[in-house]
């Protein structure tokens, strides 16, 4: 008979299978629309300042809305299970209000402002200066949407309703692909960011019905939403490190060559599709999950839940890293190397990206024990950890910068998250007691021996096909021909070695398809 745990963890994974589906669909649309913007712009002073403008709103957007969510869910999932559903809902409606005010405010002050934080941010040229701050003054009226739409689909997510979140990624596609095709010029595309917001909290509206009933009031000094922002302060800067980090990058990269910045931007782009397509739906979930669990004071089942989390982040990441480094040119030139975006560009990049992408397993562990923190209402320590990792991450940029350039800034990147990763699983295990880690040794092992094995059946296959042709065909046949057998030995060698999350996914995944050839 199966047990509880195991029928969460395959509960969490049924779901995580449909979110993901949506998810692929939704970044497979934003590689179409970064394709479209890299032929229609290319890779230069116009791209730098586009790229560093929204990253800068980015950040301000996922400090804020993410933060306060990550403190938001759990008191708010708490609150409608031993309260009421009422009062759950009031207090929903004040965080909201408090988001719009926020949200108005940080528009204005970003476009009074933008000379003056520009200039912090942005070290290149004075033209790419000022095209940074024109960019930045029209996008900065998204900061109050984009703070909207983040209450509404975290509302959704706490209830259980994890789809339109990831919808509202196919407004931007929209907006942008849009603008390129009809005008083609960097500021048009700036404007279409704009819109894609406003339409990000049009998408979600419908989805609100029967969960939430909106109240127009605002009361400062309710004790849950003086709390939610009292614990949000640590926890809205730990959220925003990996965008604090990019930022920062960018920074010393705005004073090497001109494209250097948007090299970064799309090697964080690529690596960003990694983590939301196959992570996120993980983190998303279990973070509701993890929230009930430390609610309800049902501590086995969180540290059950988190080790079987992490062997489930290895079996993902790890095979992805191993095909994504060889096959790094190839991936560069499919999705970019198009119209303005030349071979010259694909060969800077790709190096770049391979020093991000080594990272993913550091990042998602990361972004995942965040939430266990979180969901335990403990940010403090994501913020230490967080400000270590800053603080390292700048350290190794100013040693990696000079010899290696770009690549040097995304290495540093990704060695600064994997040891903030393993400095806060050290933090848990001393907060929440025993994790039973030793369960989890074998099963890492023979992760990692199935991947060593799948590395060499990626190398051969790749050898296979001549690397000296850069075009779009060849780049796609050697990528298929590597992904595809780097799938079959995979999941050969997750078979054979009985690797436990990689088989069980399986079975659902034949399930499923069984279920579907039953119905047709």
């Known amino acids: 008979m199966r047990t509880d745990k195991a029928g969460?963890?395959?509960?969490?994974?049924?779901?995580?299978?449909?979110?993901?589906?949506?998810?692929?669909?939704?970044?497979?649309?934003?590689?179409?629309?970064?394709?479209?913007?890299?032929?229609?712009?290319?890779?230069?002073?116009?791209?730098?300042?586009?790229?560093?403008?929204?990253?800068?709103?980015?950040?301000?957007?996922?400090?804020?809305?993410?933060?306060?969510?990550?403190?938001f869910i759990p008191i708010y999932t708490k609150t409608r299970l031993k309260v009421s559903e009422e009062r759950a809902n009031l207090y929903a409606s004040y965080i909201l209000n408090v988001f719009m005010l926020f949200g108005m405010v940080l528009s204005v002050v970003g476009y009074i402002f933008a000379p003056q934080i520009c200039g912090l941010i942005y070290q290149g040229s004075q033209e790419g200066l000022d095209l940074t701050i024109k960019l930045t003054r029209i996008m900065c009226p998204a900061i109050f949407f984009w703070a909207i739409a983040g209450v509404l689909t975290?509302?959704?997510?706490?209830?259980?309703?994890?789809?339109?979140?990831?919808?509202?990624?196919?407004?931007?596609?929209?907006?942008?692909?849009?603008?390129?095709?009809?005008?083609?010029?960097?500021?048009?595309?700036?404007?279409?960011?704009?819109?894609?917001?406003?339409?990000?909290?049009?998408?979600?509206?419908?989805?609100?019905?029967?969960?939430?009933?909106?109240?127009p009031k605002m009361n400062l000094k309710d004790k849950d939403l003086v709390r939610t922002f009292f614990l949000a302060i640590p926890a809205l800067i730990s959220i925003a490190f990996d965008e604090i980090n990019a930022l920062t990058d960018n920074v010393f990269a705005s004073s090497l060559q001109a494209g250097a910045v948007t090299a970064l931007a799309r090697s964080f782009s690529l690596g960003q599709v990694v983590l939301g397509v196959l992570i996120t739906p993980i983190t998303t979930i279990m973070f509701t999950e993890l929230s009930q669990f430390a609610a309800l004071g049902q501590m086995d089942k969180l540290k059950e839940t988190?080790?079987?989390?992490?062997?489930?982040?290895?079996?993902?990441?790890?095979?992805?890293?191993?095909?994504?480094?060889?096959?790094?040119?190839?991936?560069?030139?499919?999705?970019?190397?198009?119209?303005?975006?030349?071979?010259?560009?694909?060969?800077?990049?790709?190096?770049?990206?391979?020093?991000?992408?080594?990272?993913?397993?550091?990042?998602?562990?990361?972004?995942?024990?965040?939430?266990?923190?979180?969901?335990?209402?403990?940010?403090?320590?994501p913020l230490y950890v967080g400000m270590?990792?800053?603080?390292?991450?700048?350290?190794?940029?100013?040693?990696?910068?000079?010899?290696?350039?770009?690549?040097?800034?995304?290495?540093?990147?990704?060695?600064?998250?994997?040891?903030?990763?393993?400095?806060?699983?050290?933090?848990?295990?001393?907060?929440?007691?025993?994790m039973n880690f030793r369960k989890s040794v074998g099963q890492f092992a023979k992760i990692f021996l199935a991947t060593g094995v799948c590395l060499a059946a990626i190398l051969a296959v790749h050898g296979l096909v001549p690397l000296s042709n850069t075009g779009f065909m060849a780049n796609l046949v050697r990528l298929l021909l590597s992904a595809g057998v780097a799938l079959g030995v995979y999941l050969l060698m997750s078979r054979l070695l009985r690797i436990d999350m990689a088989n069980r996914a399986m079975r659902m995944l034949k399930q499923r398809f069984s279920r579907r050839q039953k119905t047709v």
């Open 8 to 71: 969460i963890v395959e509960k969490t994974i049924h779901t995580a299978f449909t979110v993901t589906v949506i998810i692929a669909a939704s970044k497979i649309a934003g590689f179409v629309r970064e394709m479209v913007f890299a032929a229609a712009i290319g890779q230069n002073v116009s791209s730098d300042a586009y790229s560093t403008s929204y990253k800068l709103l980015n950040i301000i957007t996922i400090a804020f809305a993410a933060g306060v969510a990550s403190i």
């Open 154 to 215: 975290d509302l959704l997510n706490a209830r259980k309703n994890f789809i339109p979140e990831q919808l509202i990624g196919f407004a931007l596609t929209a907006c942008v692909i849009t603008a390129a095709f009809a005008f083609g010029s960097i500021e048009s595309i700036a404007y279409a960011t704009l819109v894609a917001a406003m339409l990000q909290v049009i998408i979600v509206l419908p989805f609100m019905k029967g969960h939430f009933h909106y109240k």
């Open 388 to 434: 270590f990792s800053v603080s390292l991450n700048i350290v190794l940029d100013l040693l990696l910068k000079g010899p290696m350039g770009a690549m040097g800034l995304t290495l540093a990147t990704s060695i600064a998250s994997f040891t903030g990763a393993m400095v806060m699983l050290g933090l848990l295990h001393q907060k929440i007691g025993k």
């Open 306 to 381: 988190v080790r079987k989390s992490i062997e489930v982040i290895a079996v993902i990441t790890l095979p992805i890293i191993a095909l994504s480094v060889v096959c790094s040119s190839d991936i560069i030139g499919i999705v970019y190397q198009h119209g303005k975006f030349t071979v010259a560009d694909t060969a800077f990049t790709a190096p770049v990206f391979t020093m991000y992408i080594i990272g993913i397993f550091g990042f998602g562990l990361r972004t995942f024990l965040i939430r266990v923190f979180y969901s335990m209402q403990m940010p403090r320590l």
